[in-house]
């Protein structure tokens, strides 16, 4: 039975049409806390995780976001303010994956689309949460999902690394800034999820089984395993934890240089 350690929380958690997101927001309303929830191409998606919301008692709402319009981001806050109220928590999810160009290959529309993504966006969205909460007299806390890759690169994904170990450092500064304020703020970096990010190795148990022998756990992360840090960061009991990033990857950091 759920501890109810979110109870009288609105979350809003972008992204939150599958993979990680989906995940943390069912994971928030089974917790006691309402969600908003943020697609940018799949509604339907968007939509399934409002039924599981709902279907554990809380309330959902969903908008359609394109984290790359500081302006989009700005109407969001605005609407959801004025439907459902101010946002205490904020878990950036919305993001893409490696182009898998090396560098010399890569257009400008590609750095670009991975850096307003999965750093603009971010910040977009962390910066208007700190607006609207300030001043509520309510504790807010952020939670932004990184990787691993914040630390480990990888040839031809200069644009996403480049992005998560920026993430990472808007993380550590918004700590700095943020500690006097009643806004926790960390990051989560998760390994290899069995997400649509990862939909060969979803499909193809063969590539799965290949990709996992750098994982010292010799598997993949469930999206689920992933939102229970998300509930952890986002309840009274990480009340001490910020400015830090919880790698939750089956050790697959701890790899790194084995063998050499």
């Not at 799949?42 to 790359?68: C, F, I, N, P, S």
């Not at 509520?136 to 630390?151: A, D, L, M, P, W």
Request: with cysteine; proline share 3%.
């Amino acid at each position: 039975m759920s501890e109810q350690r979110l109870k009288g929380e609105l979350a809003l958690v972008t992204g939150s049409d599958s993979g990680i997101g989906q995940a943390t927001a069912i994971a928030f309303a089974r917790e006691g806390a309402d969600v908003v929830i943020t697609y940018f191409h799949d509604r339907q998606g968007a939509e399934r995780t409002a039924r599981e919301v709902e279907a554990a008692g809380r309330k959902a709402a969903v908008y359609q976001l394109d984290v790359r319009e500081s302006s989009r981001v700005a109407q969001l806050f605005r609407d959801v303010k004025g439907a459902q109220g101010v946002p205490t928590i904020l878990v950036n999810d919305a993001g893409i994956d490696a182009a898998g160009k090396m560098v010399k290959d890569m257009s400008d529309a590609d750095w670009d689309d991975a850096i307003r993504t999965n750093l603009y966006g971010p910040f977009y969205c962390c910066r208007e949460f700190i607006r609207a909460i300030e001043g509520s007299g309510r504790h807010g806390c952020i939670i932004n999902i990184t990787s691993v890759h914040q630390e480990i690169p990888r040839a031809g994904a200069s644009g996403y690394d480049s992005a998560k170990g920026g993430l990472r450092n808007l993380t550590t500064t918004l700590a700095l800034e943020l500690a006097e304020k009643n806004i926790n703020v960390n990051n989560i970096a998760p390994g290899m999820v069995l997400t649509p990010m990862n939909q060969s190795a979803v499909d193809d148990p063969e590539v799965l089984k290949k990709q996992v022998q750098s994982i010292p756990m010799k598997r993949a992360a469930r999206p689920e395993e992933i939102a229970h840090a998300a509930v952890f960061l986002a309840s009274a009991q990480a009340s001490y934890i910020h400015g830090t990033t919880l790698v939750v990857d089956g050790a697959l950091m701890l790899f790194q240089g084995q063998g050499a």
